[in-house]
């Protein structure tokens, strides 16, 4: 999401102290990370869904002008397939959904329904609000849209069937952006820090918090700007793979209990 420095400095410092370790050490597992294999990223994507199906990796970015959906190949990081979005259309994130995949945009109130085979547009529904992530488990559709809550959607018609309010120490915490389904609990980019939470899908609390400062340095390169960590992917052998926003890098990493 693109937001003013101004508006986003206030929060930033507000998510460090409400996520600092010694804020909640014995509530939230506190995780760092262990990198396990570094590939390359294309440095123009603005990452806003990842995820794998069928063992190809997909992504699809924001920005006018710039979003699209594409299947990567994880080694090279280059596009094997891609569609572009509409000029005007903000992008946001995306899953798989059986032979289909689903994506959001950021504010025009529309999701989209593909092809995942051929990438051909076969259908689209309407929200309320912002889009922002979107992951699922076995029952619903998981989607984020910037607030301390996420909805769950019908698999059918994507309508809303619940909303789960998430919270840290009986905090709310806002800001919740890309998310993936993993291990029975959703993973979720905190937008503009360099967290990772993973929510207890029944009620909403946040039982981790994985730390992936430095990351990018690591990676040998420096994240700036609203270029931030955002995208969370996990393969069907279940490794963990995380990038950000026009980041030259992917990373496969193993989570380290602190």
Do not use: C
């Not at 597992?29 to 440095?43: A, E």
């Not at 989209?112 to 051929?118: D, H, L, N, P, Q």
Request: overall charge negative.
């Amino acid at each position: 999401m693109i937001k003013a420095m101004t508006f986003f400095s206030g929060f930033l410092t507000f998510a460090i102290m409400l996520l600092a370790p010694s804020a909640y050490a014995q509530k939230v597992d506190v995780f760092s990370y262990k990198i396990v294999k570094i590939y390359p990223h294309d440095p123009q994507a603005f990452t806003q869904g990842l995820f794998f199906k069928d063992g190809a990796l997909y992504e699809s970015t924001g920005r006018r002008g710039t979003s699209f959906i594409r299947k990567v190949d994880l080694e090279t990081g280059k596009s094997l397939q891609q569609v572009d979005l509409e000029p005007h259309i903000f992008g946001e994130g995306s899953v798989d959904l059986g032979d289909e995949i689903i994506s959001l945009t950021w504010k025009q109130q529309k999701g989209y329904i593909w092809k995942a085979e051929t990438f051909e547009q076969t259908g689209s529904f309407d929200y309320e609000g912002e889009g922002w992530g979107l992951t699922r488990n076995d029952d619903h559709l998981i989607m984020s849209d910037g607030s301390a809550t996420l909805r769950f959607l019908s698999m059918d018609d994507m309508s809303v069937m619940k909303t789960l309010d998430v919270s840290i120490n009986g905090t709310p915490l806002a800001r919740l952006n890309e998310l993936e389904w993993y291990q029975g609990e959703i993973y979720a980019n905190v937008w503009m820090t360099n967290y990772i939470v993973a929510i207890n899908p029944v009620n909403g609390k946040v039982t981790k918090l994985l730390d992936m400062t430095g990351v990018d340095q690591a990676g040998g390169f420096q994240a700036v700007g609203d270029y931030v960590l955002n995208g969370i992917a996990v393969n069907e052998e279940g490794r963990l793979f995380v990038t950000g926003k026009k980041w030259p890098k992917l990373f496969e990493i193993e989570m380290v209990k602190r």
